[in-house]
């Protein structure tokens, strides 16, 4: 898969089912190829200490959602700045707020 290019696309607005239909992929591809990398993953959590950013619950360093916070270009979108831990309600408010 083209990461770029559905990075590029999700930037634009897109959900991961456009996107997944445009690449011919299926949303759950999509997202897995937008995830952050573990590593990242691990520093994001930690620094929120596995606590949701917005609700403050305990979402576990594990079962939270990266959620990136207002990326606009492609560099920004992986830059830990701009990286917070969500729960699972959380990030579906956060992502249906963007389209």
Not at 5 to 31: D, Q, W
Request: aromatic share 4%.
């Amino acid at each position: 898969m083209d990461k770029e290019k559905a990075l590029a696309l999700r930037l634009r607005g897109k959900t991961f089912e456009e996107i997944g239909l445009e690449m011919n992929r299926t949303p759950s591809n999509v997202i897995s190829a937008l995830n952050p990398p573990v590593a990242i993953r691990v520093i994001v959590a930690d620094r929120c200490r596995g606590i949701c950013q917005t609700c403050y619950i305990g979402v576990g360093k594990k079962e939270g959602h990266i959620h990136e916070i207002g990326a606009t270009k492609l560099d920004k979108y992986t830059d830990l700045d701009n990286l917070t831990l969500l729960c699972r309600p959380c990030a579906q408010t956060a992502h249906e707020r963007k389209t």
